[in-house]
């Protein structure tokens, strides 16, 4: 049976806390493969303006090219309509019937998981496979409503990388360097498209 990790995000820019938790969880569940899926349009975060798919799924393949156990999927992104990660799943598991997939995590993002849209069926689908994150901060509502949900959860363990998304566009829009905080490929490519620029 193979085992197969999802690592779902906006990636706006990708960067490297994402590539460190994929290759932690990659080693440490012994993951033939894992797949990026930057999301289409996001419910969860309708506050802002995301950055065009395309871009996000170009930096996302640029950031893996050297890794052949990464791959970058566009489902969410071909999928019209706002993006559910139970859909997603639903699809990955018609699509690998013998596969056993994980559902990669930060710390925050489990925290948000019960608000999401069916999560019951998100975690019988999948196995929850959690990383910390240096700044999330404790939050026993969260704890409690994950708990609610009566999964087993994979703990995944990685060296703080104390990079958000967030974080990289406003050094972006303030003309600050990101200069080792993305892959060297990502920088050229949000420098050569003017990404960020205005915040
Ligand atoms: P934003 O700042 O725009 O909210 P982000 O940096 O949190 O973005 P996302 O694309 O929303 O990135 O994150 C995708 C997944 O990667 C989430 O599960 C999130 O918890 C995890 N993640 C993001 N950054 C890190 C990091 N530095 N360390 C560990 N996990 C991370």
Same mark, same amino acid.
């Given at each position: 049976?193979s085992?197969?990790?999802?690592?779902?995000?906006?990636?706006?820019p990708v &960067?490297? %806390? &994402?590539l460190?938790?994929?290759?932690?969880?990659?080693?440490?569940? /012994?993951l033939?493969? +894992?797949?990026?899926?930057?999301? *289409?349009h996001s419910?969860?975060?309708?506050? /802002?303006?995301?950055?065009? %798919?395309?871009?996000?799924?170009e930096? +996302?393949?640029l950031?893996?090219?050297?890794?052949?156990?990464?791959?970058?999927?566009?489902?969410?992104?071909?999928?019209? *309509?706002?993006?559910y990660?139970?859909?997603t799943?639903?699809?990955?598991?018609d699509a690998?019937?013998?596969?056993?997939l994980y559902?990669?995590?930060?710390?925050?993002?489990?925290?948000?998981?019960?608000?999401? /849209?069916?999560?019951?069926?998100? +975690?019988?689908?999948?196995?929850?496979?959690?990383a910390?994150?240096?700044?999330?901060?404790?939050?026993?509502?969260?704890?409690?409503?994950?708990?609610?949900?009566?999964?087993?959860?994979e703990? @995944?363990?990685m060296?703080? @990388?104390?990079?958000?998304?967030?974080?990289?566009?406003e050094?972006v829009?303030?003309?600050?360097s @990101?200069?080792?905080?993305?892959?060297?490929?990502?920088?050229?490519? @949000?420098?050569?498209? *003017?990404?960020?620029?205005? *915040?």
């Amino acid at each position: 049976m193979s085992r197969l990790g999802i690592l779902g995000g906006t990636f706006d820019p990708v &960067h490297l %806390g &994402h590539l460190v938790l994929a290759e932690a969880a990659r080693e440490q569940l /012994r993951l033939d493969k +894992v797949l990026f899926i930057p999301t *289409g349009h996001s419910w969860r975060k309708p506050e /802002r303006e995301i950055t065009p %798919g395309e871009h996000r799924l170009e930096m +996302v393949r640029l950031a893996i090219a050297d890794n052949p156990a990464f791959e970058a999927s566009s489902a969410e992104i071909d999928r019209p *309509g706002p993006t559910y990660s139970d859909v997603t799943l639903e699809e990955l598991h018609d699509a690998h019937p013998d596969a056993k997939l994980y559902f990669i995590l930060g710390r925050d993002a489990l925290l948000d998981l019960p608000n999401w /849209r069916a999560p019951e069926r998100i +975690v019988e689908l999948s196995t929850l496979a959690v990383a910390e994150r240096a700044w999330s901060e404790a939050d026993p509502n969260g704890d409690a409503a994950v708990a609610a949900l009566r999964t087993p959860i994979e703990r @995944i363990t990685m060296p703080e @990388i104390g990079v958000s998304a967030t974080d990289l566009r406003e050094r972006v829009c303030n003309g600050l360097s @990101i200069r080792y905080l993305v892959p060297e490929a990502v920088r050229t490519y @949000i420098s050569d498209r *003017g990404l960020y620029r205005e *915040g």
